[in-house]
């Protein structure tokens, strides 16, 4: 399975961006990380294919994760954007027995 993640930018603080990752084949759950200069990379949200949903504190009210089960695809509607939010994001899929990596997305929030 290959991801194909789209969407990043440069924003200001306030703002809105959507990512997209879409996989080539089946999947059970996707979702996204992301990884802040000189920090781990941590769980941002994730989403089953029966509609079950896991959203970080740090972003619950301003993120929200949703899929396209048909398309195999995964989208995270980020709004209110803070500086703290740049980092590179990272699509994750399973698929039940193994766990896929996207290339990283860059989203740069500015002050």
């Known amino acids: 399975v290959q991801l194909q993640a789209s969407g990043g930018g440069l924003v200001q603080a306030g703002e809105s961006l959507r990512l997209s990752c879409a996989a080539s084949?089946?999947?059970?759950?996707m979702g996204w990380y992301r990884q802040a200069p000189g920090k781990q990379r941590e769980l941002v949200a994730t989403?089953?294919?029966?509609?079950?949903?896991n959203v970080a504190d740090s972003v619950k009210g301003r993120f929200t994760i949703s899929r396209d089960n048909a398309r195999n695809t995964a989208y995270l509607q980020m709004n209110s954007l803070k500086p703290e939010d740049t980092a590179v994001y990272y699509c994750?899929?399973?698929?039940?027995?193994?766990?896929?990596w996207g290339r990283g997305t860059l989203v740069t929030v500015s002050s």
């Open positions: 994750k899929a399973n698929d039940g027995r193994y766990a896929y």
């Open positions: 084949g089946s999947i059970f759950s």
């Open positions: 989403s089953t294919n029966g509609g079950y949903t």
